[in-house]
């Protein structure tokens, strides 16, 4: 089983940045085994895709794009989201979630392929 805990949410005003952390820690098999991916969550909205890192792929959701990177400490054993140029509606609590690794098949967009999460960070932009 794998265990997530997510850091480096806080405020920020528009047009900023912030480093998301995610440090990942099992009990059986190899940290490579695992595709780690981000979420985000709003009150009264479901849980949305934002980036997946498989292996050496990246995934990001049309609205990410070209703002926020997803990349990996393979020494921490940690995954990292680089959000920049944030705008108000990136505000959210942003999940990290694992799966193992997946074919170019795989639904990664959806929250129930994922079965490990973290507790969640707070993330508020303000403009």
């Known amino acids: 089983q794998v265990q997530l805990v997510e850091s480096g949410g806080a405020s920020v005003q528009a047009g900023g940045s912030l480093r998301l952390s995610c440090a990942v820690s099992?009990?059986?098999?190899?940290?490579?085994?695992?595709?780690v991916g981000w979420f985000r969550q709003t009150p009264g909205k479901e849980r949305e895709f934002v980036a997946v890192l498989n292996w050496n792929d990246r995934y990001y959701v049309d609205f990410v794009k070209g703002r926020f990177t997803i990349s990996r400490d393979n020494v921490k054993n940690t995954v990292y989201l680089q959000m920049n140029a944030l705008k108000p509606e990136d505000t959210a609590v942003y999940y990290c979630?694992?799966?193992?690794?997946?074919?170019?098949?795989?639904?990664?967009?959806?929250?129930?392929?994922?079965?490990?999460w973290g507790q969640g960070t707070q993330v508020t932009v303000s403009s």
């Open positions: 099992q009990r059986t098999s190899d940290y490579y085994d695992y595709a």
């Open positions: 979630a694992a799966t193992p690794l997946f074919s170019s098949s795989y639904d990664y967009r959806r929250p129930i392929s994922y079965d490990s």
